[in-house]
């Protein structure tokens, strides 16, 4: 090898040993979590112990875990509630009133420099993504071979961390939840929320304004191509197939695209199955316009 290229040679390696380690951010991290703890390093949502190391194994404590979910969710707090400028009586002291602010009730231990348990840590996350929308959700109860450990108080939250498949349960189905949450397993269930809340902010749940729960509907949005979205409209938690929905009429007005329903009865005459079911339907649209959906007035 000549010189010329023995040098380019050294200088390729270099350069993507370099990048290698830019994209890990942290030496102490397991490859398949760089992405994510590079991606909420660059945010400022996690800190290192030291400027390569993040101790990934450590414990997470309660200031720390308040605070990534506030930073994480970008939550917002009513500023007449915290007073700048007399200062924050510790780091994490706005965290803990934007959180307040938001409706996140903290567990009733709750101490800021002492551990976070795995359930108190879920329960504070869902609060959280709760706090940024309204999202749809299929209501169900999954099995955890450790569900007798579980504080009846986050149980909920566990279920929904489960079921929007934020997390998963150990290879003996358990959750685990009297166990410290490492500060390693509370990113990564924060960076799942955050790609959650971004996919789910194209559903909407309209008010239903007699209150009437089998009319609730929302819907997604699911690029065909560069030019076309299918709209996908579900009619969610029906207690049998014969509520039915269907696509009426699609208005363009300006750059937004109305896509009117109806909502079906079951026949009268006809048996269904009790099996509760979200009803489909869908339509498609050009991409350039902006989707909103809307009941067909009869």
Not at 3 to 32: C, I
Not at 41 to 58: L, M, N, Y
Not at 65 to 78: E, H, I, P, T, Y
Not at 107 to 112: D, G, H, L, T, Y
């Amino acid at each position: 090898m000549n010189k010329k290229l023995k040098a380019s040679a050294v200088l390729l390696l270099s350069s993507s040993l370099l990048l290698a380690s830019s994209a890990a951010a942290f030496q102490d991290v397991e490859p398949k979590d760089a992405v994510i703890t590079k991606s909420l390093h660059e945010k400022g949502i996690i800190q290192g112990i030291s400027k390569d190391r993040f101790a990934p194994k450590s414990h997470l404590t309660g200031a720390q875990g308040v605070r990534m979910v506030v930073q994480a969710l970008d939550l917002k707090g009513n500023s007449k509630n915290f007073d700048v400028k007399g200062g924050a009586e510790f780091w994490y002291s706005e965290s803990l009133q934007i959180a307040k602010d938001n409706g996140i009730q903290l567990p009733a231990e709750f101490k800021p420099n002492e551990k976070l348990t795995r359930e108190e840590f879920a329960s504070i996350l869902m609060q959280g993504v709760s706090a940024t929308g309204d999202y749809p959700m299929i209501m169900m109860y999954l099995h955890m071979a450790d569900s007798e450990a579980v504080n009846p108080d986050y149980m909920n939250s566990i279920q929904a961390l489960l079921l929007t498949k934020l997390t998963s349960l150990d290879e003996d189905g358990k959750f685990n939840p009297k166990s410290p949450i490492t500060r390693i397993e509370a990113a990564r269930l924060v960076y799942n929320a955050v790609e959650y809340v971004k996919k789910q902010k194209d559903n909407v749940i309209p008010d239903i304004e007699d209150g009437d729960q089998l009319n609730q509907v929302f819907h997604q949005i699911e690029k065909v191509n560069d030019q076309v979205n299918k709209v996908i409209l579900t009619r969610a938690n029906q207690p049998h197939p014969g509520y039915g929905i269907s696509v009426a009429k699609v208005e363009f007005q300006d750059k937004t695209a109305i896509v009117y329903y109806n909502l079906l009865s079951p026949d009268p005459g006809k048996f269904y199955a009790q099996v509760i079911t979200d009803s489909k339907t869908e339509t498609y649209v050009s991409s350039k316009y902006e989707v909103k959906i809307k009941p067909l007035k009869k």
